[in-house]
């Protein structure tokens, strides 16, 4: 907006002439029905020659090649409106293009390549701007800003996919229209939600984003939602560094989504707080060591994807039995101080969980006793569609006094349950032994006695001391 008061007074004089003058102007076009319609069939096409209407219209066809010999003074002088069908450049260059045509009141452009718009010198007549079907990607902030009298803009079902500030247009101005594109709703759109910058934007309430997060999903609903997560985020103290987006909105529900991302902050603990909706939340590289929040902070009930990677996390047995454990997308737990885990706990909480998609638990220094390393390497197997990392989690145990590391894949039982001075005869063997000794004692004595009786007639001692 111009301070200088002689520059406000100008602009208002010239819109109450251009008021006065040619009132609530309707095109020429629009009133006897010329389009760039089935303009490809059009026979001035071949030629890429212009056509000039007696009410003071002039359409032209792929190119202007017979435009020099129509554009005589007296008809330059009356005319208004100007469609170009199919207009051949990439760029539009309003100063060198328009230069013929001062006192225009409408311009179209309809389904043409063009792809830039070079800004509008200063101009007193044209009112009305329809730049529809077209390459045209991007939009000057203040491209239409010397057009005094504009009114309308058409921009709709061009490739415009994003407008980071709105446009800076005339006093006289009334309504712009931009339906139709591929909008980029990752990119900052904003500044829709407030009416005192977005109500001349007639149809802001159809717009529709491109991008491939938010395709087909309406621009101030994406917005809106945009909005209220980051003053929800803003407006608590256990969130005010942290990153806050929403990554998907529900098709049929229009359920917003969001995720929330502390990492790297140095903090003691999980937030107390997140905004509804959260289902990602993100605390890497922290100092956390308590993760009672998953359990019993309502905040978290919800929040099926939760990564934890490189804090000092010891254990998770306060989640045994809970909710949140048998719920859970993904988990990711990696580089803790974690020793021990409730295995059997966590076996049940997968069985019972047909969401659990990723649980990660590598890079801990994990103590594997006999037990444990078993039935841990029984769930690792078991589970080896979500436990992907398990060919990284090692193990320390103790063989032979020594203290040993190794992959918890390729531990035996041998490795992490023989006794420490275990002999390599066990004491059954010994017994197995005398046994066997004794058996053939007696069956020596048998053969013995068997001989002398037989020989010599003698009974063994044992026989006469008999009753």
Request: aromatic share 10%; proline share 5%.
């Given at each position: 907006m111009p301070r200088n008061p002689y520059?406000?007074?100008?602009?208002?004089?010239?819109?109450?002439?251009?008021?006065?003058?040619?009132?609530?102007?309707?095109?020429?076009?629009?009133?006897?029905?010329?389009?760039?319609?089935?303009?490809?069939?059009?026979?001035?096409?071949?030629?890429?020659?212009?056509?000039?209407?007696?009410?003071?219209?002039l359409r032209c066809f792929g190119n202007w090649k017979n435009l020099q010999s129509i554009n005589d003074q007296k008809y330059r002088?009356?005319?208004?409106?100007?469609?170009?069908?199919?207009?051949?450049?990439?760029?539009?260059?309003?100063?060198?293009?328009?230069?013929?045509?001062?006192?225009?009141?409408?311009?179209?452009?309809?389904?043409?390549?063009?792809?830039?718009?070079?800004?509008?010198?200063?101009?007193?007549?044209?009112?009305?701007?329809?730049?529809?079907?077209?390459?045209?990607?991007?939009?000057?902030?203040?491209?239409?800003?010397k057009i005094h009298p504009l009114r309308i803009v058409?921009?709709?079902?061009?490739?415009?996919?994003?407008?980071?500030?709105?446009?800076?247009?005339?006093?006289?101005?009334?309504?712009?229209?931009?339906?139709?594109?591929?909008?980029?709703?990752?990119?900052?759109?904003?500044?829709?939600?407030?009416?005192?910058?977005?109500?001349?934007?007639?149809?802001?309430?159809?717009?529709?984003?491109?991008?491939?997060?938010?395709?087909?999903?309406?621009?101030?609903?994406?917005?809106?939602?945009?909005?209220?997560?980051?003053?929800?985020?803003?407006?608590?103290?256990?969130?005010?560094?942290?990153?806050?987006?929403?990554?998907?909105?529900?098709?049929?529900t229009h359920m917003p989504l969001y995720t929330v991302n502390c990492s790297h902050l140095g903090f003691n603990r999980l937030p107390a707080y997140?905004?509804?909706?959260?289902?990602?939340?993100?605390?890497?590289?922290?100092?956390?060591?308590?993760?009672?929040?998953?359990?019993?902070?309502?905040?978290y009930r919800y929040v099926v994807d939760v990564h934890l990677d490189n804090n000092r996390i010891e254990s998770i047995d306060v989640l045994e039995g809970g909710y949140w454990l048998e719920h859970f997308r993904l988990l990711s737990l990696r580089n803790n101080k974690m020793r021990k885990i409730p295995v059997y706990a966590l076996d049940n909480a997968l069985e019972d969980n047909a969401n659990a998609n990723l649980l990660l638990l590598s890079m801990n220094p994990w103590h594997c006793s006999c037990k444990f390393a078993m039935r841990f390497r029984e769930i690792v197997i078991k589970y080896?569609?979500?436990?992907?990392?398990?060919g990284n989690i090692t193990c320390k145990y103790i063989q032979d006094g020594e203290e040993k590391k190794?992959?918890?894949?390729?531990?035996?039982?041998?490795?992490?349950?023989?006794?420490?001075?275990e002999s390599k005869i066990h004491i059954l063997d010994w017994v197995n032994g005398l046994l066997a000794a004794l058996i053939l004692l007696i069956l020596g004595k048998l053969g013995y006695d068997y001989y002398y009786y037989k020989n010599y007639g003698r009974v063994p001692w044992i026989v006469m001391k008999l009753p």
């Open positions: 520059v406000i007074v100008f602009l208002a004089i010239v819109y109450s002439v251009t008021k006065l003058c040619y009132g609530d102007y309707q095109p020429h076009y629009q009133q006897h029905n010329i389009s760039c319609l089935d303009w490809k069939q059009s026979p001035e096409l071949v030629s890429g020659n212009c056509t000039k209407y007696k009410y003071g219209a002088g009356r005319l208004e409106d100007i469609i170009f069908c199919g207009w051949p450049e990439r760029d539009f260059n309003p100063v060198v293009d328009l230069q013929a045509f001062p006192r225009i009141k409408s311009l179209t452009i309809e389904y043409s390549r063009m792809a830039h718009i070079i800004d509008f010198p200063e101009m007193f007549h044209l009112q009305m701007i329809n730049i529809s079907w077209t390459n045209l990607s991007h939009i000057g902030q203040r491209t239409f800003k058409d921009l709709r079902w061009n490739k415009l996919i994003q407008l980071d500030t709105p446009l800076l247009l005339p006093r006289a101005f009334e309504s712009l229209y931009l339906s139709g594109n591929p909008w980029n709703c990752t990119r900052n759109l904003k500044w829709l939600l407030i009416p005192e910058r977005a109500s001349y934007v007639a149809d802001r309430q159809i717009l529709t984003c491109g991008d491939r997060k938010f395709k087909d999903r309406n621009v101030m609903t994406v917005m809106h939602y945009k909005v209220t997560l980051k003053n929800a985020c803003q407006s608590h103290e256990d969130l005010k560094n942290c990153s806050c987006i929403m990554h998907h909105i529900i098709p049929k997140l905004p509804a909706n959260t289902t990602m939340f993100f605390a890497n590289n922290n100092k956390i060591s308590d993760v009672s929040p998953l359990r019993n902070n309502i905040h080896g569609d979500i436990m992907r990392d398990s190794s992959r918890l894949m390729t531990l035996t039982r041998e490795d992490v349950c023989k006794p420490k001075d």
